[in-house]
Every structure is written in C-alpha cells, then in structure tokens.
C-alpha cells in the first residue's frame, strides 16, 4: 500500500509458488460489504501448484495477522505445466465470490478439463465464502444437483480466462479468454446469463474449430464468443477488462481490453464497434476501477499503473 511517498507492507502472502510461468498472487478482490467487514480474497498457486483462494480481515489499513482462512482449493496441477491457473477474482452483493480458473496447462487441454463438469478447471466458479473459512454454494448455480458435476461451476468450456470483470450496472459479465494458435477471445454474458454457459475449448477456439473429436457437454448451452481476434499485428494474448464508467464521456459504456504483445487499449461497444485507444503501455495484465470510475492499467513489462484520461 503507498500513501503518499510512504510504502507500507499491507499482506505478506508466504504460502505461494514461486512465480515460474504464469503462477504466484493472481488476484484480490474486496467484499461488496468490506467497509464494515473488512474481508478481502486472494487468489494464487500454492506450492505444489493447485489454485487456492484465502480470506484475510482488514483493519486499519493492513490485514490482521492469523485472520488468514482457506475458501477454496482448485487442482490445477499438470507436472509439465505452470501455466493456465486463470485467475480472477470478483466479490458481488450478497456475499457472492466468482473465480475465473485455467484449464490447467499444456497445449491443447490434454486432460480435458474445460468440458469436464466433475472438475473446477477451465471455468467460471461462484461460490459464497463463510467468515470461518469454506464456503457454501449459491443454490441458483445451474449445476446443483446433477450427478458427477461439482455445483461451484457457473460456466465452461474455457482456456485461460485470467482476466474477466462484472460491470455493476447492467451486470454483464465481460470474458478475455487467451487463445491456442490462432484465436484470442471476448466472451459476454449479458446480465449474467445463461448461468451454465459453455464456451466451447476445446472444441473452439474463438470461432475455430480446434478439436473437431472433442464434444461439448451435454447439458449444457454453447455460447460463441462476442468477439474474436487473430494476431496479425504482433497480437498474443487477450488481457480481459472493463466497462468504462469514469469521467471520459466519449468512453462512457464501452468495454475497455488489451492484447499483452501491443500498447494498445481498445474500447469495445456492446454493439460491437470498435476504436483504439493509444497508451504506449506494453504488457498489460490487469484493469481495475477506482473512485469515480477511473480506470487503472497495469504493466507487467514496465511496472507501472497508468490511469486513462480524457
């Protein structure tokens, strides 16, 4: 945490993998009630390289020592990979904590994650944390109850969801899912439906047929991307953002997102337009929003947090 010129440490994390390809602290989010409650989450890979999210209690500006507790636990695992772990974390009102989890690694799913409902990766997860560690399941999820599924999945059928985000007002849910060989992804749920969506990976990659063997799961509703991209100008990985509510008018409703290998912001309309913003901020991993609206950036290549302006 900064204040001012004064740095101050705000949580000491010790249980996390070293950051060998794309593995270590993944997210935070902060509970929807965290002015009175002072919980917050943290999502990253433990060392043996499975997904773990972990509560903390917040007072006075910094995390409470031993208020540390286990939520959830996600196998990840694959001894040949450290990539593919997703995640994103997003808390909603009424206690609502979704995760966005990798297919686990390797190219092309070689487990099968993503359309297996008996396991978390590859998928969207909602879950409801309990102040005492664990969590309970949101009775709507639209897997409680089937047999062999595990009732945390909201949605699946995707690679490597590592950024995704909830825009507040409409409630839309807003996907950058990275891409195999030659496809990166945007994926919508408006207001949030249909709960059981499926993406289609690895039968898809965008709008590709990747794995014309692999069947998507029945029971489930395919749901193709609301935009997909190919890499021509040097593009390589979809960074996921968020809708724009700051005090730029002419961004106003547009969905921001970033491909990693470029400096360019582009602002997406639900109608699907299209317009580039230029930042020169190269290797962007995340996009956060802040008092006001303003929407903040992150560079994993420069490591600075930039903020868009008019």
Known sequence: KVVGRTRTKFLDLTRVSSHDGEQGVLSIAFATDFRTSGRMYAYFTRRDGNGQV???TVRRGAVVPGSGR???????????????NGGNLWARPGGLLFLSTGDG????????????????????????PKVGG??????????VGRRGARAEI???????????????PTGDIWIGDV????????????????????????????????????????????????????RP????????GVV?????????GWYLYTDYCTDRVTALLPATKRRVVRTGAPGVVHFGAGPGGNVYATSQQTGLVYRIVA
């Open 54 to 56: 972990r509560q903390f």
């Open 244 to 252: 724009y509510r700051g005090p730029v008018r002419a961004l106003r």
């Open 179 to 230: 891409g195999q060989d030659t496809r990166e992804e945007i994926d919508r749920l408006p207001g949030g439906r249909p709960a059981g969506a499926n993406f289609g990976w690895r039968r898809m990659e965008g709008t590709h047929v990747y794995s014309p063997g692999t069947h998507l799961t029945a029971g489930t509703r395919y749901v193709p991307p609301f935009l997909d991209y190919g």
């Open 70 to 84: 286990d939520i959830i636990t996600v196998v990840l695992t694959n001894p040949a990979a450290a990539n593919h």
């Open 233 to 240: 100008n040097g593009e390589c990985s979809v960074t996921g």
């Open 154 to 168: 909201y949605a699946l059928g995707l690679r490597n969801p590592f950024r995704y985000s909830i825009d507040a």
């Open 105 to 128: 690694g390797g190219g092309g799913d070689p487990a099968g994650n993503s359309q297996r409902l008996d396991r978390l990766a590859g998928k969207l997860l909602r879950i409801a």
């Open 134 to 143: 664990g969590y309970a399941i949101p009775r709507s999820n639209p897997f």
